[in-house]
């Protein structure tokens, strides 16, 4: 069993909003991240909140998942990561952890990153474009349930992607779209201009 699990619990200070509501088309940014992993081969998709937990969880109720609420999300990402960890169910071998802030994430490129656990060998699986890592992340719960419960503060699943670089298989994709988020007014006007050939379902 592989499940998604989408951090979407920030405030985005930079932002002075929460950005993960921020309308993209006719729907939250949110729900394109949501809609694409439970499209996809993932076996089943968590949403972790924090600031604003009612909103954002009812910005996707209209998708098969579960909303997660994570009490410590001030505590930074790696609380995040741990709450979702915590509700996995236990048949569950691989987890992929989404942003909600990257709505340009496919479920095309999603499945691709599954097929290349399965066939490459490797426990860690990143996208990447000229060189550059990029999101959605796979870990192989088996080599990495353990490092990643002991994760602290904001930085997410980085450090174990910086210590353990050997056991990383990267997927080549043809495009950017795996580096870009939303941290800034000028990235969301950028975002708004590339989205719409995603369409809004």
């Given at each position: ?6 951090l ?7 932002m002075?909003?929460?950005?993960q ?43 098969p ?19 979702g ?20 994430v ?41 490092d ?33 988020d ?18 809004n379902?």
């Open positions: 069993m592989i499940t998604g699990i989408i979407a619990a920030g405030t985005a200070c930079r002075g909003k929460i950005k509501l921020m309308p993209l088309g006719t729907r939250p940014m949110l729900w394109h991240v949501a809609a694409a992993a439970c499209k996809s081969q993932l076996d089943e998709v968590l949403v972790i909140t924090g600031s604003a937990e009612e909103l954002v969880a009812a910005a996707v109720n209209d998708l998942l579960r909303v997660i609420h994570n009490p410590d999300w001030q505590q930074g990402q790696s609380s995040s990561l741990r709450a960890l915590l509700s996995l169910r236990p048949t569950t071998g691989a987890v992929m952890f989404l942003l909600a802030d990257q709505p340009l496919t479920s095309e490129l999603i499945d691709m990153l599954i097929g290349e656990w399965r066939s490459s060998g490797k426990t860690i699986i990143c996208p990447c474009y000229e060189a550059k890592r990029g999101n959605p992340v796979l870990f192989d719960l088996a080599a990495w349930r353990a990643l419960h002991q994760l602290d503060g904001d930085q997410g699943a980085r450090q174990l992607l910086a210590a353990h670089p050997e056991s990383i298989g990267y997927l080549p994709v043809a495009t950017d779209e795996i580096l870009l939303v941290d800034t007014i000028e990235d969301y006007a950028k975002m708004q201009q590339r989205f719409p050939k995603f369409g379902e």
